[in-house]
């Protein structure tokens, strides 16, 4: 699986390696156990547990592969590297929207490491993108596609 490079964050990365080694270790001697286990049902041909042991099996050996290729195209985003006063990956960015007057904050981070939950966006989302090269005090306007929204962005850190 040759791809482009992927920019992750140092925690990023650490939770891909983590994630992979549980899978490598942890998960898939659960899986043996769960395929044992269901052999000793009988027939294979008829046996529903075995099929869905198996199929979970193929399952966690995808996941690791997809894993194993991230991380050998991870490129971890360096702190020192990083312009202190342009939204970039990794930086957190404090926004005020000017039609709402709501204010949001977002830390901007690889697209493997995203999760609206935890405030953490794409760089490849509209406002991630929307977002990158600018500095504090600037008024953006993205487009989104719910329509277009403006912000002024109100730090950066």
């Excluded at 920019?7 to 270790?25: H, Q």
């Excluded at 046996?47 to 991870?74: F, G, P, S």
């Excluded at 794409?122 to 090269?133: C, E, H």
């Amino acid at each position: 699986m040759k791809g482009k490079d992927i920019y992750l964050t140092r925690a990023g990365y650490e939770k891909l390696r983590e994630e992979l080694e549980y899978l490598k270790t942890v998960q898939r001697r659960e899986l043996c156990k769960e395929i044992e286990q269901a052999r000793s049902y009988g027939d294979l041909g008829e046996n529903a547990e075995y099929d869905a042991a198996k199929e979970a099996q193929a399952l966690n050996e995808m996941k690791i592969t997809e894993l194993e290729d991230k991380l050998v195209r991870a490129r971890i985003i360096d702190e020192e590297n990083i312009p202190k006063d342009k939204v970039f990956i990794g930086k957190t960015v404090k926004l005020k929207n000017l039609d709402s007057g709501e204010e949001l904050q977002y830390t901007l981070v690889a697209e493997e490491e995203a999760s609206y939950d935890q405030g953490k966006i794409s760089i490849t989302s509209p406002i991630g993108k929307g977002l990158l090269g600018r500095k504090e005090n600037e008024t953006v306007e993205i487009k989104i596609p719910a329509g277009i929204v403006k912000y002024k962005i109100v730090k950066i850190t």
